[in-house]
Every structure is written in structure tokens, then in C-alpha cells.
């Protein structure tokens, strides 16, 4: 039974920084990624790393202010989120999988930046 926890959202100012976790338990994945979802929009990608290539990419949205990383040990992938704007307000999903597809998606997180 694969289960996926996630961590580290809530209320922040524009600019600040907040980290996501999602700790996943049950199995090891290749793929992990994140997504999220504001209100009124559909769900949309924002970052992913492929494990075995240690390939990373982004949203253009995001770019070089997020940053993907992972813990092997852990089953853990993170969302270190810089620069915060009241764009990113969102409930942000981790979602974990294998051969090119994500099979477990998390619960979501809510994060929100006020001006």
C-alpha cells in the first residue's frame, strides 16, 4: 500500500520562501513531480526529476525561483519554493510514479501568498 504524506504548506507574504515535502512509503519511484491548482483553473505541472537521468524541469511560471530535489533515502521529494508571488497560490500536489507515468498523486497542500 503506497502512501503519499505532504507537508510544508501554508500562509506566506510575497517573497518569502516555503519548502514542500512528500514522503512517500510503500515503494521506491523513478519519477516524482509536482502540480498545483488555483482557484477556478485547472491543474497545471510545475516541476519534475526524473531519477535515474537526474533530469529536472520546470514551468516556465517558476523557473529559477523552484527547485525540485529528492532524499533516496527518505522516499522523499521536496518543492523548495523562493521568491513568492500571490500567483503561486494554489493547493499544490506531489505525485510519484514510474516509466515515464505518475501512478500515486498526494492529498494536496494549500499555500498562499498575499501581497
Known amino acids: 500500500q503506497v502512501q503519499l504524506v505532504e507537508s510544508g504548506g501554508g500562509v506566506a507574504q510575497a517573497g518569502d520562501s516555503l519548502r514542500l515535502s512528500c514522503a512517500a512509503s510503500?515503494?521506491?519511484?523513478?519519477?516524482m513531480g509536482w502540480f498545483r491548482q488555483a482557484p477556478g483553473k485547472e491543474r497545471e505541472f510545475v516541476a519534475r526529476?526524473?531519477?535515474?537521468?537526474?533530469?529536472?524541469n520546470y514551468a516556465e511560471s517558476v523557473k529559477g525561483r523552484f527547485f525540485i530535489s529528492r532524499d533516496s533515502a527518505k522516499s522523499t521529494v521536496y518543492l523548495q519554493m523562493n521568491s513568492l508571488k500571490p500567483e503561486d497560490t494554489a493547493v499544490y500536489y506531489c505525485?510519484?510514479?514510474?516509466?515515464?507515468?505518475?501512478?500515486?498523486w498526494g492529498q494536496g497542500i494549500q499555500v498562499t501568498v498575499s501581497s
Open positions: 505525485a510519484l510514479g514510474s516509466s515515464g507515468s505518475y501512478e500515486y
Open positions: 510503500g515503494r521506491t519511484f523513478t519519477l
Open positions: 526529476i526524473i531519477v535515474s537521468l537526474g533530469f529536472t
